[in-house]
């Protein structure tokens, strides 16, 4: 549990004392504001729940040097301050969504419609006052890179908007119908399965540009798939990670992509395919990474 | 981490002495604890409440379950510990039986309706009550609508 993760850590036993002592008196308040006043007592599972909610206010459980200064603010004011974050992340959270649902991408994917509308819902039962650290709605769509499990509440939420915006934006830079041909090439059931829709028109992007070729089409061939595999013949696995970086830098530049974290997030999902493109070239598969769409897929 | 730091005595408020306030009022009653025997009170409220998984903050209820069933027929001062030891226990348990919709005072209200009704101070009985009829009980104050409800009087009776 977070608390102790934070009470466990190397604090003094003064430090910790303190510590406690605020936690536990900022748990007795919330729970008091939990049961309306109208209980003494609330299953453990609940105060669990609370104190993580408090933990994740005052941003414990990452590190412990910021808690002797949490300590010298004052436990209650800190709270508050990280409340006052919290509402400004879920206002940042809401046009981050917003703009998401305004631009979905052109093709379908039944998952990432439930997942966007459920998110809709997200802002009205999330409790930031209570149950901060919690994820009060349903989030199926796979992102090419998942947001990390360690991230929690409005945190979680916000990363996965920023991440699913930057691949939706990378979609919408191409024409529905040849991410449509892809796609029916790559997985046939892809409107009804929990698959990213972003990683084959990515990688697919990707290796027309390592071939110098314009990637608005999106139509790698038998011989195309043959010349990748030339490329990266020879090439060490950190070599490897920089032609992919590269190409995807260059691929940002000629999309478009000015933000300093979307560049990061393609060059990342770039290095993603390192490890399976290395496999790939010593034991074959390339089109399971760059699906092919003319029939060179076997 | 355990649930052992929610658990840990040095933050649960102690009882005893609210408990020494609570012997003036109900020794008009005929009911009244010696030391001890609150300090045995005072230390099953920690393990009644570890059993139940329930986790308390101030006084404990102990002393609002004295307040309001020191005029039941069926407390006596030769097995009122005992009594009150099963009150609590009960209470805990029945209190995550009812879920968070029942405030305290509503189920100590519904608990003391029983009791000093159908249950003719039986704690057995008190614990196979359904959670239903404690919530009905406790929200309505009347046993109507249970099983217990109270015929109306023959008007020739």
Partial sequence: MRTGEALERGLGP??????????????????????GGGSSSIPVETARELMDS????????????????????GIEVSFREGLGRIEKKLAWGQKLWSAVRDHMPQVESRSMEDTV???????????????????????????????????????YVNAYLTRLAVENQFLNRFSGTAEKVLLECWCPGYRELLVNLFEPV????????????????????????????????????????????????????????????????????????????ATARDVGGLEGIFPPVDGARP | MTNEWLMAPGWME????????????????????????????????????????????????????????????????????????????????????????LTDDELIGAMKRLYDGPAGGSLEFLAGVPADDLRRIGRTGSLKGTEWEEEPLDENW
């Avoid at chain 1, 002592?21 to 308040?29: I, P, S, T």
């Avoid at chain 1, 408090?54 to 603010?73: M, T």
């Avoid at chain 2, 408990?19 to 609150?38: A, F, H, I, K």
Wanted: hydrophobic share 35%; with cysteine; aromatic share 8%.
């Fill in chain 1, 14 to 35: 003064e430090e910790r004392r303190r510590l406690t002592e605020g936690l536990l008196r900022l748990l007795k308040e919330q729970a008091e504001r939990y049961t």
């Fill in chain 2, 14 to 101: 102690r009882a005893e002495m609210k408990l020494e306030r609570c012997n003036r009022m109900t020794e008009p009653y005929g009911l009244v604890l010696t030391q001890s025997q609150m300090e045995r009170l005072t230390a099953r409220r920690r393990e009644v409440l570890r059993a139940a998984g329930r986790v308390e903050f101030g006084e404990g209820v102990l002393p609002r379950l004295i307040l309001a069933f020191r005029d039941s027929p069926y407390l006596e001062q030769h097995d009122y510990e005992e009594q009150l030891d099963g009150l609590q226990e009960l209470f805990y348990r029945l209190k995550n039986e009812c879920g968070e919709g």
């Fill in chain 1, 117 to 155: 509308r459920s998110i809709g819902v997200f802002w009205r039962r999330y409790d930031p006052r209570l149950f901060a650290h919690q994820i009060p709605c349903d989030i199926d769509y796979q992102l090419a890179i998942p947001v990390p499990e360690s991230r929690r509440g409005v945190d």
């Fill in chain 1, 54 to 73: 408090i933990c994740f206010c005052l941003g414990l459980g990452k590190d412990e040097s910021g808690v002797g200064a949490l300590l010298d603010r």
């Fill in chain 1, 202 to 277: 990515f990688a697919v992007a990707l290796g027309l540009e390592l071939l110098g070729r314009e990637p608005g089409p999106l139509t790698l061939g038998k011989e195309d798939l043959g010349e990748l595999a030339e490329l990266f013949r020879d090439g060490s696995r950190r070599g490897l990670d920089d032609l992919l970086c590269g190409a995807a830098d260059r691929l940002a530049v000629r999309l478009e992509f000015n933000g300093r974290e979307s560049r990061e997030y393609l060059r990342a999902c770039a290095a993603e395919l390192t490890p399976r493109i």
